[in-house]
């Protein structure tokens, strides 16, 4: 007889899911993780704020939250020189999930990033 094979607990699988379909259900989540796919090296929460172009970046530890409840981003934590260091990046479940719903284009994905960012302004 051969080795057993683990399974899942009954109901893990969609619970996952649904975890991922709540992730991707929100235009700043949608957002987040396609930056993340762009930057796959992954990025600091002020550099993801920044990069989204959001002034008030108040509910984005919220929306990190969820994506890494969700295992479709992770979040890395160092220390550097005395400095905290917390850097967010995406899962190879989060890469899954967003080719599986055809938005790896990378067309479609510049798009979904820049959506509402102001252009910066000159500086004279």
Known sequence: MGPRMRRSPPG????????VL????????????????QEREGLPYSEIATRLGL????????HLDLL??????ANEVSRMAGKIRSVYFITEWGIESLEG????????LDELVHVGVRPARARG
Do not use: F, K
């Not at 890494?68 to 981003?73: E, M, N, P, W």
């Open 55 to 62: 002034e008030d970046n108040s509910g984005l530890a919220r």
């Open 101 to 108: 719903v055809g938005l790896g284009d990378p067309e479609v």
């Open 68 to 73: 890494v409840g969700a295992v479709v981003v």
């Open 22 to 37: 709540r992730a991707l259900d929100n235009d700043l989540r949608l957002r987040i993780l396609a930056l993340l796919y």
């Open 12 to 19: 893990a699988a969609l619970r996952a899911s649904r975890a």
